[in-house]
């Protein structure tokens, strides 16, 4: 998928400027009197147990914003069919802020599109905006989802009985290997002999794959599951059905594994969603490259399961009030590599604004496996 393959487009645009820019169309579609229809569309299902289903969650929340109506569209390929459904939406909807919400729509699709109707407004998932060569009437966003990667890592490192933890990941991309070592880092922050198993399955959706890595996990020892594929389903489904314990991503999964389901990174989109209507609709410049993490309210942590202990639950809050605060570092140095290498330094603390961060090439010690 075009989404995983671009992410490492992301370096320079994503930090060279969050500064808010003016919008195209703000005078238009400004006046909070008028209604404004608000166009979203999903590379899948829109109740996926992922990535989607958290898109959608947020469509959900404006659409109970008044004077405000949404148009889904779901299963639109990252295709010339994605053109399509933004005219249509357009045309037949009168959609005049569209939210396309898979990578791999960006470029060309969204930004053809926009230079064919300067006066709609399109927001799009992934951080790909660059304002010295994107039309004006284009942003982005994204989130700092580390931040509950690290929470979830700290429960699931309290909560291991074989000290063995696993995770199940698309791609060695920067933005997964992130979430991975941030995970890793959680969980050796209370637990310091635990490891984490990574396998990666080559792409974002694919739930055979998804299946045997479980199973070659769990028939190794590893007794917690975690993954960031689109769509964890197949993994948390399976790892209650082994007896292990799961976290989950993108959006809630408890309801699939009610006594394995510790807890979850997941996106707040309806924050995100609802902070950009506010703009649009009082005729006030929006951000074009938008970010947040815990303090921003654009991600969370799902609720805590029933085998997670009192003492986990309260090193993960702790963790969380510190995440939140900007007291804590996820990548604070000196950290090790696991071939050995010194990849930050003792005295360099990455902030989660630090580029760096967005050219990520490496497991950190304690994961098992391989970024080649």
Sequence with gaps: MARGQRFLAILR???????????????????????????????????????????????????KLAGVKTREEE?????????????????????TVIFPTSFGYFDP????????????????????YDGSKHPSNVGSYFGYI?????????V???????????????????QVLRNINAFTLGARSVNPSVTTAVIFTGDWSMPVK?????????????????????????????????????????????TLAPKGYLTGAEWNWSKVYTDYMTFIREGKPYPH????GFKEGYIKISPYGPAVSEEAKKKAEEAKAKLTEGTLTIFQGPIMN???????????????????????DYLVAGALGSTR
Aim: glycine share 10%; with cysteine; net charge negative.
């Design 13 to 63: 645009p994503l930090l060279l400027s969050l500064s808010l820019l003016p919008s195209a169309g703000c005078s238009k579609e400004g006046s909070s009197d008028q209604p404004l229809t608000v166009g979203f569309i999903y590379v899948g299902p829109r109740d996926d147990y992922g990535y989607n289903q958290a898109h959608a969650e947020g469509a959900a929340a404006l659409a």
């Design 210 to 254: 998804e299946a045997e890595a479980a199973n070659s996990l769990i028939d190794q020892g590893v007794d917690v599951l975690t993954a960031h594929v689109d769509s964890p389903k197949v993994i948390i489904e399976l790892a209650e059905r082994r007896g292990a314990f799961s976290t989950g991503y993108h959006t809630n999964q408890a």
């Design 289 to 292: 490259l938008l970010r947040g």
């Design 109 to 128: 699709h969204i930004l053809k599109v926009a230079e064919k109707f300067p006066d709609k407004i399109f927001l799009h998932c992934g951080g790909l």
């Design 146 to 154: 580390d931040e509950a990667e690290y929470v979830s890592g700290i």
């Design 75 to 95: 299963n639109v390929p990252e295709t010339v069919a994605v053109q399509k459904t933004l005219e249509s939406m357009i045309n037949l909807d009168g959609a």
């Design 338 to 360: 696991n071939e050995g290498k010194v990849v930050i330094a003792d005295s360099v603390a990455q902030q989660q604004t630090d580029i760096a961060l967005e050219s990520m």
């Design 156 to 174: 699931a490192g309290m909560t291991t009985k074989s000290g063995k933890l696993g995770f199940i990941a698309a791609k060695p991309i920067p």
